[in-house]
């Protein structure tokens, strides 16, 4: 079992509000991502990392931001949340030459 | 956008039958690799086939590569009501590989 956890499992939040979806592991992984899920299923990369200090925007035009201060830690900020950013968020890790990436339970999002 | 896609995009089948997806991918790969999801979780990796492999063998998967078409194909034998889930390929791409982009995924549905 992956050990890579994400808090909340659920948030239902006012539109406006700031709020910072929380990813860790314990696995010593250099290498971290968020991706945003939409009910239809597909991911979209919006953040990744591939170090401390080292933060990239995916694919995905995303309002959020993320910071990379600890190796273990990658949390995820909306400044002003809003009904548009309703979604399941998933963080992921992988280490080294590891190709494989480890992913968190996920945090779904609702914005009213 | 996104690296690879599945099609097809929803899949229903007899428990006992085997169950086929398939992936194209836009750019050139090193690797490839499926990963499957259970109903609002996070995903677990399957499997993963180099470039240079044209068959792969895991238990009841197998993957097959073709880089010349870029396709990829995940079959599942002799599915069960516990292999429902959502299936998804994904390769690396970007500078350094280190972005991971999914597929839109494949829906399979295991009847009893």
């Known amino acids: 079992e992956a050990d890579i956890y994400q808090t909340p499992r659920y948030l239902v939040i006012g539109t406006g509000k700031k709020i910072t979806l929380e990813c860790s592991q314990t696995?010593?992984?250099?290498?971290m991502y968020w991706y945003q899920q939409d009910p239809g299923m597909e991911l979209h990369l919006i953040h990744y990392?591939?170090?401390?200090?080292?933060?990239e925007k995916g694919d995905l035009s995303s309002e959020s931001t993320v910071s990379r201060i600890r190796t273990e830690h990658f949390p995820l900020t909306l400044e002003s949340a809003r009904p548009s950013h309703t979604s399941q968020y998933l963080c992921?890790?992988?280490?080294?030459?590891?190709?494989?990436?480890?992913f968190g339970q996920g945090t779904r999002l609702t914005v009213v | 956008s996104q690296q690879g896609e599945e099609d097809p995009q929803a899949l229903s089948i007899q428990e006992g039958e085997n169950a086929t997806m398939n992936c194209s991918y836009k750019?050139?790969?090193?690797?490839l690799q499926w990963y499957r999801q259970n109903s609002g979780r996070g995903l677990v990796h399957l499997i993963l086939?180099?470039?240079?492999?044209r068959e792969k063998h895991s238990g009841r998967l197998r993957v097959t590569l073709d880089t010349s078409k870029k396709s990829s194909s995940l079959l599942i034998t002799a599915s069960r009501a516990a292999d429902t889930a959502s299936y998804f390929c994904?390769?690396?791409?970007?500078?350094?590989?280190?972005?991971?982009?999914f597929g839109k995924g494949t829906k399979l549905s295991v009847i009893p």
């Open positions: 696995m010593g992984h250099d290498k």
């Open positions: 086939i180099r470039s240079n492999e």
């Open positions: 994904a390769t690396y791409s970007g500078a350094g590989s280190y972005q991971l982009t």
């Open positions: 750019t050139s790969i090193n690797n």
């Open positions: 990392s591939y170090g401390v200090n080292s933060t």
């Open positions: 992921a890790s992988r280490g080294g030459l590891s190709t494989e990436a480890f």
